[in-house]
């Protein structure tokens, strides 16, 4: 009897030891299946398909072009859709000067926008600002006449009705100097006697419908304006890319 006592005090540390080494092992088994069912989803977008999160989108959208996604957008295929237009304009009116100047034309795959800039002939004369009309008359100078200038810049916005016609309308902001031109018997204020001072400014909105054609490298531009001032434009450029 003693003996066997014995053999069970001398195997007791094994069984225990066995035992406690099986609950470690069961106990962890158990954890990996909690926290494995229910840990937390977290949104890596660098590992998740983005086809199948709810913020993908198939189509990008913007002013000149409506294309599929792809996996890599390739930066030189927006190109591909914007046409540019550099040329010479000019401006025919009949009571206001004659201008001309350049404008620069901008094609997407479904609109055109323009911007015009002109200029008149500007003052040769011998200019004073510090001279008034009251100091014209009080030394009795001869009027000779007035010189316009202008300086226009235009806006126009228009839809692509074929690859090569563009309607538009366009809105512009003329500002014109009136200067008065004198003649000095002394020749004192100009070696040729002839001299100007200021006379009206005038700042005016216009409006008016237009049309562009392209065709290949070449563009011309027509169009008029109709509401402060009728005033008819005529443009060729040429394209860039």
Known sequence: MKNILLILILLLPFLTFGQSEEYFEKSQKRSEKFFRNNSPIIYNPYLVNPYNTPF????????????????????????????????FSNTFSNNTPYSYGVYVSFKGERMVTLFDIEFSNQNNYQHYDNISLGNVQYWNDDFIGELNTIFDFGIGVGPKVTSSLYP??????????QYLIFFDETYVLSNTGEYTINGDQNIQFNFGPGILFNYNFFELKTNFEILSSRRFNFGVGIKLF
């Open 168 to 177: 538009f309308v366009m809105a512009s902001v003329i500002g014109s100097n």
């Open 56 to 87: 993908y989108r198939p189509y990008i959208y913007s002013p000149w072009s409506y294309y599929p996604r792809t996996t890599r957008v390739n930066r030189n295929d927006d190109i591909k859709y914007l046409l540019l237009h550099v040329g």
